[in-house]
């Protein structure tokens, strides 16, 4: 064989073998490693460029095998982490609550399937908070590969299953029409008005609360969704598909125009459900819609409410009226119909009851 010397090693042809060795000396130890044939490498430049190519991914794993997870979260915090506060401050407390207690100490490649979905098992957590969990440890694994941290390959925790993730504990509460207009009458404003909306153009309660006097095009009879107030703070919404703009019904219309002519802040850059307590300088909280919720649901004799029961509860009532599922998933803002269909609305009692009778009378038709 002849060979080719370097300072850093050696690359030899086999000609026996028609395959290029690259020879080298670690730790006063002589080894040898086979680069590839011919056919992959005719020349010894080329040979040469796969070594080196090699030592750069050898470097990079020792590096990677130096970086703790919290290491790589630190990095992740300050360079790709949503900027949207709610989605920053859910994701900051699945990484300090669990993530890093466990975690934060290990090698970024000791993140393993195995050893990962044995842990989200023991956890006593929700299945699906279980699974933001291990979507957050997944992003981390991305972001250490999109960093040059790790080699680029498929992302390991690709693997992990966490059994009943799309399974609901608690199934969401959809109001009868005749349950709304019980509660609506035991409110009081600004939240029954704020229901009012919420309900009639299934928005998320943030989305409500970022309304001001200015997104309402009286003429036009529009409304126009582009913000949200999350923990007083105000914030994008929560996808760009959730900024919209909605046609507002008649009878909308003149309810709100009645709070505007009725509330202390009616200005044009008022919040629509303005805080009194804050001067106007802030929508009411969340807290306070919820405290009012409660009190208004139990005087109304129809159970445990959640600002969320308003939007499944539009969805239901849009379905029940053959509403075309596209346009549904429009009204609804998903970018997928799949979260359309099968996370949002409950059929009736009394349509699934009309159906049913339907299907009968046809089948035992004589």
């Known amino acids: 064989m002849k060979r080719a010397r370097h300072s850093q090693g050696s690359v030899v042809f086999d000609r026996r073998r028609d395959v290029w060795n690259y020879l080298y000396c670690d730790g006063g130890v002589r080894h040898t490693r086979t680069i590839g044939p011919t056919s992959d490498y005719p ?3 080329q040979a040469w460029a796969a070594v080196v190519n090699l030592k750069g991914r050898n470097q990079t794993a020792k590096e990677a095998a130096t970086l703790t997870v919290r290491d790589i979260a630190k990095r992740y915090e300050s360079e790709r982490m949503p900027t949207r506060k709610e989605t920053r401050r859910v994701y900051l407390s699945f990484m300090n609550n669990h993530v890093l207690p466990r975690w934060g100490h290990s090698s970024i490649t000791a993140l393993q399937p195995r050893d990962v979905e044995l842990w989200l098992r023991q956890l006593n957590l929700s299945p699906k908070t279980r699974t933001h969990v291990r979507n957050l440890l997944h992003i981390l694994v991305d972001y250490a590969m999109w960093a040059g941290i790790l ?3 498929r992302n390991p925790l690709d693997l992990v299953q966490v059994k009943g993730a799309t399974k609901r504990i608690r199934k969401p509460r959809s109001l009868t029409l005749d349950e709304f207009r019980r509660l609506s009458i035991q409110l009081q404003e600004p939240v029954r008005t704020l229901a009012i909306v919420s309900a009639c153009l299934g928005l998320r309660v943030s989305e409500a609360l970022g309304l001001r006097w200015s997104d309402i095009d009286w003429l036009g009879g529009t409304v126009t969704i582009e913000r949200a107030v999350v923990r007083q703070h105000v914030d994008d919404t929560k996808s760009d598909g959730s900024r919209q703009t909605f046609t507002l019904a008649p009878e909308l219309l003149d309810s709100l125009k009645a709070w505007r002519q009725a509330t ?4 044009s850059d008022s919040w629509l459900f303005a805080s009194s307590v ?8 969340y807290t306070e819609v919820r405290r009012e919720l409660r009190r208004a649901a139990a005087a109304a ?3 445990h409410l959640s600002t969320h029961s308003f939007r499944h509860s539009f969805r239901t009532w849009i379905d029940s009226l053959n509403t075309p ?3 549904q998933q429009r009204l609804m803002r998903h970018a997928s119909i799949t979260t359309t269909m099968n996370q949002y609305g409950d059929a009736l009692v009394n349509d699934m009851r009309q159906a049913h009778e339907k299907v009968a009378n046809l089948a035992l038709r004589q």
């Open 43 to 45: 020349t010894k430049a």
């Open 325 to 327: 599922v596209g346009v």
């Open 151 to 153: 080699e680029l390959a």
């Open 301 to 303: 004799g129809i159970g």
């Open 278 to 285: 804050q001067i106007g300088r802030k929508p009411i909280s």
């Open 264 to 267: 202390q802040f009616p200005k």
